[in-house]
């Protein structure tokens, strides 16, 4: 079984510049989430789709970036202009469903992006 | 209030030796979910464990079994027989059921160095 895809590895780009993350969850999840993790730190939620609806988008800037999931399927995160704390380890997770405790999430490799 | 709280930013351990990763949690949820995953230099998280506010045993697998303690609110994670492959980051997460946010929520990490 093919694991979460997520493209491109690695992006450098100066701030105020825009740039966009794909992820593509494990086949037949439900439930997808985008992570920020900063050096150092553990991963914070950004937003979590359900389907292609959001569940929870608390965290996410949303002056800045945005996110979505048509046909409920890949995502896209996309940060538009881009600012030097935006540093940082993009992570997409997914999970079968939501409804339950146990459910685990399965990462992807994560975009590792470099803002100048 | 941090609600996962790793005290051991960094462990060496010698190859073979059995070793214990801490996680103490905060939490008002009755059900909720802890787990942890492994991060090695590549950037993927490798989920490892998991362990339900409602399971009576302590969770195991393989090498990896997760110690308990709900009163004390503490879910520590032991390695047994340490390998060379094991040194890497360790994240402890929680996911609370209850509310509508489902995502984890993280510890700040803790970097396990194995040394033969």
């Known amino acids: 079984e093919a694991g979460v895809a997520q493209s491109p590895r690695y992006k450098i780009i100066e701030k105020r510049q825009s740039v966009a993350f794909w992820c593509n969850p494990i086949?037949?999840?439900?439930?997808l989430y985008w992570y920020q993790q900063i050096l150092g730190q553990g991963p914070k939620l950004l937003i979590q789709?359900?389907?292609?609806?959001?569940?929870?988008d608390s965290q996410l800037p949303k002056d800045r970036f945005s996110a979505e999931r048509l046909k409920g399927v890949d995502s896209t995160l996309k940060i538009q202009p881009a600012k030097l704390e935006d540093s940082a380890v993009y992570l997409c997770?997914?999970?079968?469903?939501?409804?339950?405790?146990?459910?685990?999430?399965?990462f992807g490799p994560g975009t590792r992006l470099l803002v100048l | 209030a941090q609600k996962i709280t790793q005290t051991q930013p960094g462990m060496f351990v010698q190859e073979k030796e059995a070793v214990t990763l801490d996680c103490t949690y905060d939490?008002?949820?009755?059900?909720?979910?802890l787990f942890w995953y492994k991060q090695p230099s590549s950037g993927e998280m490798i989920f490892l464990i998991y362990?339900?506010?409602?399971?009576?045993q302590n969770a195991t697998e393989g090498r990896y079994s997760l110690n308990f303690q709900k009163a004390r609110k503490s879910a520590n994670l032991v390695i047994s027989a340490s390998q060379l492959g094991d040194s890497a980051m360790y994240f402890c997460?929680?996911?609370?059921?209850?509310?509508?946010?489902?995502?984890?929520?993280f510890g700040k990490g803790t970097h396990l160095i194995i040394q033969p």
């Open positions: 997770a997914s999970s079968l469903r939501r409804t339950a405790g146990y459910e685990t999430q399965y």
């Open positions: 086949s037949g999840h439900a439930t």
């Open positions: 789709f359900q389907n292609n609806g959001v569940v929870d």
């Open positions: 939490t008002s949820d009755p059900s909720y979910g």
């Open positions: 362990q339900g506010s409602y399971d009576q």
């Open positions: 997460a929680m996911r609370e059921v209850g509310g509508g946010a489902d995502g984890l929520t």
